[in-house]
T-cell receptor, first 111, second 115 residues
Framework: DAKTTQPPSMDCAEGRAANLPCNHS???????VYWYRQIHSQGPQYIIH???NNETNEMASLIITEDRKSSTLILPHATLRDTAVYYC????????????FGGGTRVLVKP | DARVTQTPRHKVTEMGQEVTMRCQPI?????VFWYRQTMMQGLELLAY????????DSGMPKDRFSAEMPDATLATLKIQPSEPRDSAVYFC?????????????FGNGTRLTVT
């Protein structure tokens, strides 16, 4: 699986949009971009994934650049409960394939 | 909401004792993964199964760790004998079979402390 690069930490103001960047410059054509987050003392939680089109769900939006070398996860209105470590992962599209976690971005939402 | 269930949530044991962790995957999911998380190493994949058959256990110390799926509703991870360096949080995750890009869903882990 391709490696990803994320900033180790970032702060965000409550109520504002949080934009989390991820670089995956060596991504292959058959690799999806996944985002997970881990809130303290819980298991990783799936947020969203995409291949090349932008995606949106009730939790977040995923913007993937046209060359697919980077992406941004957007939390539209951050709340204190969004404080967590966010992981950007690229994963080969194969049945039952594994996820390989990096260090992630530690996001602190401040009042 | 369907969820992955792990038991026990916490386990404290003495070095040398056997430890068994259990996982109930989401009903209908056919892939099961075991991960370990420590401060130093982060989240590491230990082993995973598809249709109850082990696909890859290269991340697991073979001499003391074993992972099995006795049936489709139960996965187990055993450590025998346990050592202090095994202290970590162990996560189980399951994934669906319908689509090759279906996300994995994680349980809330078993926090193991070996003294």
């Amino acid at each position: 699986d391709a490696k990803t690069t994320q900033p180790p930490s970032m702060d965000c103001a409550e109520g504002r949009a949080a934009n989390l960047p991820c670089n995956h410059s060596t991504i292959s054509g058959n690799e999806y971009v996944y985002w997970y987050r881990q809130i303290h003392s819980q298991g990783p939680q799936y947020i969203i994934h995409g291949l090349k089109n932008n995606e949106t769900n009730e939790m977040a939006s995923l913007i993937i650049t046209e060359d697919r070398k980077s992406s941004t996860l957007i939390l539209p209105h951050a709340t204190l409960r969004d404080t967590a470590v966010y992981y950007c992962i690229v994963r080969v599209a194969a049945a039952g394939n594994k996820l390989t976690f990096g260090g992630g971005t530690r996001v602190l939402v401040k009042p | 909401d369907a969820r992955v269930t792990q038991t026990p949530r916490h386990k404290v044991t003495e070095m040398g004792q056997e430890v068994t962790m259990r996982c109930q995957p989401i009903l209908g999911h056919n892939t099961v993964f075991w991960y370990r998380q420590t401060m130093m190493q982060g989240l590491e994949l230990l082993a995973y199964f598809r249709n109850r058959a082990p696909l890859d256990d290269s991340g697991m110390p073979k001499d003391r760790f074993s992972a099995e799926m006795p049936d489709a509703t139960l996965a187990t991870l055993k450590i025998q004998p346990s050592e202090p360096r095994d202290s970590a949080v162990y996560f189980c995750a399951s994934g669906g079979s319908g689509q090759y890009n279906s996300p994995l869903h994680f349980g809330n882990g078993t926090r193991l402390t070996v003294t």
